[in-house]
């Protein structure tokens, strides 16, 4: 029976397929969504999310993608665009064991920790895997969960700052109930000439936004705004996604807790920068044997 850590593993293979089909890269929420589709997954596991209130199978996805990093079939991106490298471009997907990628990574931790209880680490790591995140991405999850517990006229009023940090013009929050799920609307200049209204709704959602909550938000707004805006603490379905990019009907734009949380570093708004420093060993090396 595979362990629950372990699971990730069963993306290692789609990953690398879903990215030759793309010609080699795509970005992380592409990757992730094609992965999702390649493989099948239930509306109700994408709706998963662990303790820290993440996706579950997007964590899963994203380890997929770490351990196809240091095995050097994908490259380490910081902007990011996950890419195969040129052994992931010219491997063959048939001989491929997901289970050797795995073992060949835990035997360098291994080696590593110079440990040879190789069962006691391997039980440990695992029932922490998908829950363990970049130390630089701690204050992201303490935000995404700050936002989470702002009451739903506290997040109205912060969705309303961001949106007018964004450059949106005379954003009012209607806090109407009873209004297809329309918390508030304001205006988009484009350019001198060109603006159109939008109207959004922001929810404080632990899972996944389904297509249903899609359909009912376009139903409240057609005929009153040219576009939507959906912003979730939570993520999307992929037949959320669909529903939200339907040909024909009027366009959903959507915001999750990852995109969210990118908004408020690139506006700097309820974050402050902070500078660190590393010692360059190699620069004072030179001054050791002056005397």
């Known amino acids: 029976m595979r362990k629950k850590g372990s699971q990730f593993l069963r993306f290692i293979i789609p990953l690398i397929e879903v990215l030759k089909a793309n010609g080699g890269s795509a970005t992380s929420n592409e990757a992730t969504d094609l992965v999702i589709e390649k493989t099948n997954i239930s509306e109700d596991e994408q709706q998963e999310v662990l303790k820290n209130g993440t996706s579950r199978i997007r964590n899963q996805v994203a380890w997929a993608r770490s351990y196809l990093v240091k095995t050097d079939y994908l490259n380490s991106s910081t902007r990011g665009v996950w890419s195969l490298t040129e052994k992931g471009l010219n491997t063959d997907i048939e001989k491929i064991i997901p289970l050797s990628i795995y073992k060949e990574v835990q035997g360098k931790y291994i080696k590593k920790t110079s440990s040879t209880n190789l069962e006691e680490i391997n039980n440990n790591k695992l029932e922490l895997i998908e829950e363990a995140e970049q130390q630089d991405q701690n204050y992201r999850v303490e935000l995404l969960n700050l936002l989470k517990n702002l009451s739903p006229s506290g997040f109205e009023r912060l969705t309303q700052r961001l949106?007018?940090?964004?450059?949106?013009?005379?954003?009012?929050?209607?806090?109407?109930?009873?209004?297809?799920?329309?918390?508030?609307h304001g205006i988009l200049q484009i350019n001198p000439l060109v603006s159109f209204k939008v109207m959004f709704q922001c929810k404080r959602f632990q899972n996944s936004v389904s297509p249903s909550q899609i359909r009912d938000f376009r139903g409240a707004i057609i005929g009153r705004a040219e576009k939507g805006i959906f912003i979730t603490t939570g993520t999307y379905t992929i037949n959320a996604k669909e529903e939200a990019r339907r040909d024909g009907v009027v366009p959903i734009e959507l915001v999750d807790g990852e995109q969210l949380v990118k908004m408020f570093e690139q506006l700097e708004l309820g974050l402050q920068v902070t500078k660190t420093f590393e010692i360059n060993h190699e620069f004072f090396r030179q001054y050791k044997s002056v005397e």
Request: charge should be negative; proline fraction near 0%.
């Open 163 to 184: 949106l007018r940090e964004a450059g949106f013009q005379n954003v009012v929050v209607t806090g109407k109930t009873g209004d297809g799920g329309i918390d508030g």
